[in-house]
């Protein structure tokens, strides 16, 4: 190595270490302790408990053992040993869930090496991105304190960047927190700025799901006897639940064109269709409607992207698409240190025409019926999972502070690292007007 490139690397190092040394001390000292399991039934009582998918019960009792919910309603049966927490003017709410995140998977973004988004080549359909999943992300309690209680972390980079998994957001490992493996196939629909490009990736991306097709056939005729040995392949491999339809295609898309393509695509490969993005899609609600395909809205928050289109554009995206009948859910920008927005997209959705009562569904229920988990989380029903989260009121109000978040019937610590320097600057601010008094 010469002096030129030893020089290159110390200085790299040094700008990591500048950079990485302080995140891990301020990650540490804002590091949670995972939530024990429930020991013991727990009844929450007094509230309004919003189930979301049914009625709004005033003074209401939700009780809840081994992580599952038992029992709603006004005069619930509590067993013996039951924990009765009385929550008299406060909210219920089944815990938020962002559709579309990078949480555990991204940390700095000025630190390559605290990254795990992108793999090698276009095509990756085997990437399983809970493996890589960090339990340790100070981001993780953060959004947790907002209401969040489960994250549908995805990979990306590529034309098939793998696989997504809807992860609960309290426990000490990978294993412990996946809620849902294969969540959804991310594929990145290629911009049609440039036509050349855009046909040759397309090219790429069919050539891909015929070599699966392929692959799929010659493993079934092998195991039927039918064939002779045909060699494992793990990529082509995760391609068959995709074919089966157990796990749908994402489609990352925003423009028309990009829309309606993926769609003909979808129908001619038979598989099932979500489109993420969706920027455009209030254009081709009919298409959208008619193949039953829903939309996860990203950045409701954000301007418009071209010149003629109003202010309002990206605020009023699910209001048009509810008017439309297309099934939808809001997401947010994946941006892991900004996941905590979550409630204020939603919000803004509701502030431009949506419901106020959809807003709240578009980040509870219909992600979690989207995206195939609905049986354990996204609204409060007898035998669905206690990931719930109380409230001083509804969570798409900006002013609503999430008291308490329960993930599995875990009471989850509620001390993350935006509430740590809270509590020190207001200490600061408070020894500063001692001083002044004293003066």
């Given at each position: 190595?010469?002096?030129?490139?030893?020089?290159?690397?110390?200085?790299?190092?040094?700008?990591?270490?500048?950079?990485?040394?302080?995140?891990?001390?301020?990650?540490?000292?804002?590091?949670?302790?995972?939530?024990?399991?429930?020991?013991?039934?727990?009844?929450?009582?007094?509230?309004?408990?919003?189930?979301?998918?049914?009625?709004?019960?005033?003074?209401?009792?939700?009780?809840?053992?081994?992580?599952?919910?038992?029992?709603?309603?006004?005069?619930?049966?509590?067993?013996?040993?039951?924990?009765?927490?009385?929550?008299?003017?406060?909210?219920?709410?089944?815990?938020?869930?962002?559709?579309?995140?990078?949480?555990?998977?991204?940390?700095?973004?000025?630190?390559?090496?605290?990254?795990?988004?992108?793999?090698?080549?276009?095509?990756?359909?085997n990437v399983k991105v809970e493996r890589a999943f960090n339990p340790e992300s100070r981001h993780i309690g953060i959004a947790r304190s907002a209401g969040i209680g489960v994250v549908v972390t995805s990979?990306?980079?590529?034309?098939?960047?793998?696989?997504?998994?809807?992860?609960?957001?309290?426990?000490?490992?990978?294993?412990?927190?996946?809620?849902?493996?294969?969540?959804?196939?991310?594929?990145?629909?290629?911009?049609?700025?440039?036509?050349?490009?855009?046909?040759?990736?397309?090219?790429?991306?069919?050539?891909?799901?015929?070599?699966?097709?392929?692959?799929?056939?010659?493993?079934?005729?092998?195991?039927?006897?039918?064939?002779?040995?045909?060699?494992?392949?793990?990529?082509?491999?995760?391609?068959?639940?995709?074919?089966?339809?157990?796990?749908?295609?994402?489609?990352?898309a925003n423009e028309v064109r990009q829309i309606q393509d993926a769609i003909v695509w979808a129908q001619e490969e038979d598989v099932r269709l979500i489109i993420l993005g969706g920027r455009d899609a209030?254009?081709?609600?009919?298409?959208?409607?008619?193949?039953?395909?829903?939309?996860?809205?990203?950045?409701?928050?954000?301007?418009?992207?071209?010149?003629?289109?109003?202010?309002?554009?990206?605020?009023?995206?699910?209001?048009?698409?509810?008017?439309?009948?297309?099934?939808?859910?809001?997401?947010?920008?994946?941006?892991?240190?900004?996941?905590?927005?979550?409630?204020?997209?939603?919000?803004?959705?509701?502030?431009?025409?949506?419901?106020?009562?959809?807003?709240?569904?578009?980040?509870?229920?219909?992600?979690?019926?989207?995206?195939?988990?609905?049986?354990?989380?996204?609204?409060?029903?007898?035998?669905?999972?206690?990931?719930?989260?109380?409230?001083?009121?509804?969570?798409?109000?900006?002013?609503?502070?999430?008291?308490?978040?329960?993930?599995?019937?875990?009471?989850?610590?509620?001390?993350?690292?935006?509430?740590?320097?809270?509590?020190?600057?207001?200490?600061?601010?408070?020894?500063?007007?001692?001083?002044?008094?004293?003066?």
């Amino acid at each position: 190595m010469n002096g030129n490139a030893m020089m290159y690397q110390m200085i790299k190092f040094l700008v990591y270490f500048l950079i990485l040394y302080p995140a891990i001390c301020i990650s540490d000292a804002a590091a949670q302790i995972p939530a024990p399991a429930q020991s013991q039934p727990i009844a929450l009582t007094g509230g309004t408990i919003h189930t979301v998918s049914g009625d709004v019960i005033e003074n209401g009792t939700i009780l809840f053992e081994d992580g599952m919910i038992t029992a709603i309603g006004i005069n619930v049966e509590l067993p013996e040993n039951t924990r009765v927490d009385d929550i008299s003017g406060k909210h219920v709410y089944p815990a938020l869930i962002d559709a579309f995140s990078r949480i555990g998977i991204f940390e700095i973004g000025m630190v390559p090496m605290t990254e795990d988004i992108n793999e090698q080549g276009p095509v990756n359909p085997n990437v399983k991105v809970e493996r890589a999943f960090n339990p340790e992300s100070r981001h993780i309690g953060i959004a947790r304190s907002a209401g969040i209680g489960v994250v549908v972390t995805s990979p990306g980079g590529g034309l098939i960047s793998g696989q997504s998994a809807a992860m609960l957001l309290d426990g000490w490992n990978w294993e412990e927190m996946t809620l849902k493996s294969g969540a959804g196939m991310i594929v990145n629909w290629p911009s049609a700025a440039n036509e050349e490009r855009y046909t040759e990736t397309l090219r790429e991306l069919r050539t891909a799901f015929a070599d699966a097709r392929a692959y799929k056939i010659a493993r079934q005729a092998m195991n039927e006897g039918r064939a002779a040995r045909h060699d494992l392949d793990t990529r082509w491999e995760a391609m068959i639940p995709v074919f089966e339809r157990d796990i749908p295609v994402v489609v990352n898309a925003n423009e028309v064109r990009q829309i309606q393509d993926a769609i003909v695509w979808a129908q001619e490969e038979d598989v099932r269709l979500i489109i993420l993005g969706g920027r455009d899609a209030h254009f081709v609600t009919d298409h959208l409607k008619a193949y039953e395909i829903p939309v996860i809205v990203t950045e409701v928050l954000a301007s418009p992207s071209r010149a003629w289109e109003g202010y309002d554009t990206r605020y009023s995206l699910p209001a048009k698409l509810r008017r439309a009948g297309v099934t939808f859910a809001i997401s947010g920008e994946p941006d892991a240190a900004n996941a905590n927005r979550l409630p204020y997209e939603a919000g803004a959705a509701a502030a431009f025409g949506l419901p106020v009562d959809e807003a709240v569904k578009a980040i509870t229920l219909y992600p979690a019926e989207i995206l195939g988990i609905r049986d354990r989380v996204g609204a409060l029903e007898p035998g669905m999972d206690a990931t719930l989260i109380i409230t001083d009121g509804n969570p798409v109000e900006y002013a609503t502070q999430v008291e308490q978040v329960y993930i599995r019937g875990r009471k989850s610590d509620m001390n993350d690292m935006h509430r740590q320097l809270y509590e020190k600057y207001y200490q600061k601010v408070e020894e500063w007007q001692k001083i002044r008094q004293h003066q």
